[in-house]
């Protein structure tokens, strides 16, 4: 009897999670304005070559040519996908040199100076014990190779105190580098300098008030909107009031039901989206940012 009674108490906090869990998915659902699924036009890429996707990025003034990367236990490469027709048509890898895989999450770009600088978070802490993570920077890519040229090691503060969480989303914006937590409910939002060294603490810049854990984020080269994938939902937010969550305008909400599991997101040049997910499907959304 003592030990039915021990096993239903060790199984009541899992029960009880799995509650938060579904409320914190479920409750407060946002206005939908569009399906991903229902736009997507690229075929799925080939997994074995390109291992999962957890971060995209779309940089060299090509429209239908991207960058990604796997997540944890996959290779310390870059992955360039070609498309034609609607169709992958090109694969190329570039093993990183300077930096190995750990947990890799998310990539961003900067357009400051004209020419794309690329921007890879090493952010992943699914376990929480992680006191710093990393955000390489990559100074060159080229035939079979990623270099990087500065490595930034950051610490996660709030009030003082480190903060220990999962960090999928990485975007950049007007000189700083900001990362969003997977929280579920909300996300913690943090600023990484990119001017005070090589080592620095990230300070909480506010909260984002979500219904489902955050995997992505992208910020256009205008600057002037940000993309904020979930598991269940992207959100598309007018930054030009500035891009800390206080600040932010939603502009729409495009739902992920069906799209498996999203991780990464990036603006395209004409200011489409494109969306990967973790099982290697590609989606391009035509969200009409252009012409906004």
Same mark, same amino acid.
């Given at each position: 009897?003592?030990k039915?009674i021990?096993?239903?108490? =060790?199984?009541?906090p899992?029960?009880? $999670? =799995? ?8 409750s407060?659902?946002p ?8 736009l997507?036009?690229?075929?799925v890429?080939?997994?074995e070559?390109?291992?999962? *996707? *957890?971060g995209?990025?779309?940089?060299f ?7 990604t990367?796997?997540d944890s ?10 498309f034609?027709?609607?169709k992958?048509?090109r694969?190329?890898?570039?093993r ?11 990539l961003?770009s900067?357009?400051?100076n ?8 090493d ?14 920077i990559? $100074? ?15 610490? =996660? ?7 220990y969480?999962?960090t999928e989303?990485?975007?950049y ?5 900001y990362?969003?937590?997977?929280n579920?409910?909300?996300?913690l939002?943090?600023r990484?300098?990119?001017?005070k060294g ?6 909480c810049?506010?909260v984002?008030p979500?219904v $489902?854990?955050i995997?992505s ?5 205008? &600057?002037?909107?940000?993309?904020v994938?979930s ?12 891009v800390?969550?206080?600040n932010?305008?939603?502009?729409r909400v495009?739902?992920?039901?069906g799209?498996? &599991?999203?991780?990464?997101? =990036?603006?395209?040049?004409s200011?489409d ?10 989606y391009l ?6 012409e906004d």
């Open positions: 009897m003592l039915r021990s096993g239903i108490f =060790c199984l009541l899992a029960f009880v $999670s =799995c509650v938060i869990w579904k409320q914190a998915e479920t407060e659902r206005r939908v304005d569009g399906y991903i699924t229902e997507a036009e690229k075929t890429f080939d997994t070559k390109a291992p999962e *996707s *957890s995209i990025e779309n940089i003034g090509d429209a239908d040519y991207f960058i990367h796997g236990f996959c290779p310390s490469s870059l992955y360039g996908l070609g034609e027709d609607g992958v048509s694969y190329d890898e570039f990183l040199k300077g930096a190995l895989q750990f947990d890799w999450e998310d961003a900067s357009f400051d004209g020419e794309p600088t690329l921007y890879l978070g952010i992943g802490d699914n376990f929480r014990f992680r006191t710093r993570k990393s955000v390489h990559i $100074s060159k890519i080229e035939e079979g190779r990623a270099i990087v040229g500065r490595s930034i090691r950051f610490r =996660c503060v709030r009030d003082g105190k480190t903060v969480s999962d989303a990485l975007f914006f007007k000189g700083s580098l990362v969003l937590t997977k579920y409910g909300h996300a939002m943090f990484i300098p990119l001017d090589n080592r620095v603490d990230a300070p810049v506010g984002l979500v $489902s854990r995997t984020a992208a910020v256009n080269r205008e &600057q002037t909107m940000l993309a994938l598991l269940n939902f992207l959100y598309l937010y007018d930054i030009t009031g500035g800390e969550p206080e932010l305008n939603l502009l495009y739902s992920a039901a799209c498996r &599991q999203c991780e990464g997101v =990036c603006f395209t040049e200011g989206l494109a969306v990967t997910n973790e099982q290697g499907d590609f959304l035509k969200t009409g940012a252009a």
